[in-house]
């Protein structure tokens, strides 16, 4: 009876060591648009490979840290601060509490901020300096290619300083602005890019200022996901914004009533989801 009994676990065993599936990465990749209220945060994952984009303001750096803890994202292939202002700066400090990074960017070397020092002083820890890529600098993260497009020259405004990214995996595109205003938009208009894009991660939450008419005759995206806070006080995303959006038939996704949102693509399909 025992041997009987024995025999039955040792098959069973076996069974599930042969039989079962194993489980397979059916995501290759995947981008976070993070729920940080009236501030940006974007996560990339691709093939193993990870680059986060802003980490909202400094109050959020707790969200960021147990974000990236909840995905086991220990590695950082790039950090990128589109630009210096806290609520795109901010919550990096922790991020680079829990992951290591590799390479860091920013439009701007300096800034004189709190959120920017902390930045700096946290990639100082990691032995990491920070660089200011050109408009034109390519990247790979997984068997995604990502392109740096803006800033193409020294702007008064720090919002038109913002990093511009377009990141292409298979045939999908997604275009990343940053806080890009009107005069960043014409500057890339006028550089000739291919701006089509599947996806657009909307200028400024939604600001008035930017996503304009040709910009966004150009992108002609099928979707869009804006990053705002609810109910606040800028009143982003702006009616005319929206109303742009509605005009070129895109679908639109925001972080103030959806929470944080998972877009995945297989290279061909995209699908967007609120992420539980």
Known sequence: M?????????????????????????????????????????????????????????????FVYAFL????VEHLKYIIATHPHEDHVGGLAGALNYALADTAFSSMASYNSKAFRDFIKYLDLQQVTLQIPRAGTSLTLGSAEVLILAPLRTYSSTNDM?????????????????????????DMLNAGYNLFADLLKVGHHGSESSTTYPFLREVM????????????????PHENTLSRLRDADVKVFRTDLLGTIKCVSDGTRITIRPFP
């Open 2 to 62: 025992k041997l009987r009994r024995l025999l039955a676990v040792l098959i069973g065993v076996l069974l599930i060591v042969f039989v079962a599936p194993i489980p397979t990465d059916t995501e290759p990749f995947i981008i976070y648009f993070l729920d940080v209220g009236q501030a940006d945060a974007t996560l990339i994952l691709c093939e193993g490979e990870a680059m986060l984009i802003d980490g909202g303001n400094a109050a959020d750096s707790s």
């Open 69 to 72: 803890e909840r995905l086991h």
């Open 162 to 186: 913002s990093l511009v990214l377009m990141v292409t995996y298979g045939d999908t595109r997604f275009l990343l602005t940053g806080d890009a205003e009107r005069p960043s938009e014409q």
């Open 221 to 236: 995206p099928a979707y869009a996901v804006i990053s705002c806070g609810t109910n606040n006080t800028y009143g982003h």
